[in-house]
Structures are given as structure tokens and as C-alpha cells.
């Protein structure tokens, strides 16, 4: 596609409930990033692949969080047992190789934890 | 430890020119990002320095100083359409971005 997009766009789930977000990056991008930003705030590293393996995982908040990438393409980020302070917009972006290169984001999700 | 400053907010008339600082103190530097977000929307990308300089792309314009840590970003010719939250970025010798809180910009007529 034109873009990195993101599915769903919102979500609402009751606290303890699971959740997966998923991201779809542009074509031939080999580098993936999770960032978790919160109303009023500047986003946060979660965690990045490079095709398919997960290099940092460093930004995850806790293990109830697990990022995948299985093929390299499609990344998936899961969240279990929810909870109120994981409520935030979750952006994926992507880049081609090479570290000159600008990060592109998909337009979020927005989660809600009641 | 990491750490990237920039004003929370500031307000500006249409028309007019706007500075935006940021300082960093990161423990690695490869690339210093401004990126753009509309409220409810994704950043989208603005500019890149690497180097000490001025970077010109039109109504903006980024400076870097590696020495001292600092950066700016300079909006020219203000239009209400610029109206948004800036974010200054580091990235770090891994990759990723670190982000300072943003700059809400508000442009007034």
C-alpha cells in the first residue's frame, strides 16, 4: 500500500481482556518500530524489528506485552491481561534500510482499557 | 540517561516566523528528527540533520548543534494549517526514536 496502516483504529477492551494490534507496513520496509504514546506526550519506544527478527524489545513495559513478525512483513502487537494505564495510542512505523532514512507512521490505535 | 526538552506550547500569529528549541542528552546520536502531528493523526515527517548546520526545505528549516545538544526549528510565513503538536527526536546508535514531549503550536489570526 501507500502507507503503514493499522488495524483497528480503536479499541475498547474491559480491563483483563487481551487485545492485538495489528500493523501493516509499506512495501520492501525492513525495519518495524512500536511506539505506545500517551494523550499529551511524545511517543515511546516499545520495540523494533529488522524483517523478521525482533532486535530491541528494551521499551516493553512489562510481559504482558509481545510483539511478533513472523514473516517479516505483517507485525502484531499483543497486550494480555489489560490494564487502565495501557490506555494510549499505539503507532507502528516503518523504514527502508539504511540509517539516513525517515521513520513513516501508520495513523494508531487508540485503546481504551475501562 | 536520556532526555530531550522542548517548550510544551506556544502560540504565534499568521503570518509571522516561529522558533522551536529543543535540547537533547542522549548517550548516542546518529540523526536528530522533527516530525509534525495533527491531533488524532500520525507524525509525518518534517526533517533530518546529522550534521551541524542548517537544513532548508521551504517555509522550514532545522538547525543542529551537535556540540551543544541543541536544535531548532524555524517555521516561516505561518498559516492556521500549521497549528500542531511538534516533536523533536533523537535517533540513537540502535535506531529508534526518542521523542521529547512535543511542541503544541497554536497560530492565531
Known amino acids: 500500500g501507500a502507507g503503514v496502516s493499522q488495524s483497528p483504529r480503536y479499541k475498547v477492551a474491559k480491563r483483563g481482556q487481551d487485545v492485538a494490534l495489528r500493523c501493516d507496513p509499506i512495501?520492501?520496509?525492513?525495519?518495524l518500530f512500536w511506539y505506545q504514546q500517551a494523550l499529551g506526550q511524545g511517543p515511546e519506544f516499545l520495540t523494533y524489528?529488522?524483517?523478521?527478527?525482533?532486535?530491541?524489545k528494551s521499551g516493553l513495559p512489562s510481559d504482558r506485552f509481545f510483539a511478533e513478525r513472523p514473516e517479516g512483513s505483517v507485525s502484531t502487537l499483543k497486550i494480555q491481561r489489560t490494564q487502565q494505564e495501557d490506555s494510549a495510542v499505539y503507532l507502528c512505523?516503518?523504514?527502508?534500510?539504511?540509517?539516513?532514512?525517515?521513520?513513516?507512521f501508520g495513523p494508531g490505535t487508540r485503546l481504551t482499557v475501562l | 540517561g536520556q532526555n530531550i526538552d522542548q517548550p510544551t506550547e506556544m502560540t504565534a500569529t499568521e503570518g509571522a516566523i516561529v522558533q522551536i528549541n529543543c535540547t537533547y542528552q542522549?548517550?548516542?546520536?546518529?540523526?536528530l528528527f522533527w516530525y509534525q502531528q495533527h491531533a488524532g493523526e500520525a507524525p509525518t515527517f518534517l526533517s533530518y540533520?546529522?550534521?551541524?548546520g542548517l537544513e532548508e526545505k521551504g517555509r522550514f528549516s532545522s538547525f543542529l548543534s551537535r556540540s551543544k545538544g541543541y536544535s531548532y526549528l524555524l517555521l516561516k510565513e505561518l498559516q492556521m494549517k500549521d497549528s500542531a503538536s511538534y516533536l523533536c527526536?533523537?535517533?540513537?546508535?540502535?535506531?529508534?526514536?526518542?521523542f521529547g514531549q512535543g511542541t503544541e503550536l497554536s497560530v492565531k489570526p
Open positions: 512505523a516503518t523504514q527502508r534500510g539504511g540509517a539516513g532514512n525517515e521513520q513513516f
Open positions: 512495501s520492501g520496509h525492513v525495519s
Open positions: 524489528f529488522q524483517n523478521e527478527a525482533q532486535l530491541d
Open positions: 542522549t548517550s548516542g546520536f546518529n540523526g
Open positions: 540533520n546529522v550534521l551541524d
Open positions: 527526536a533523537v535517533r540513537d546508535l540502535g535506531g529508534k526514536l526518542i
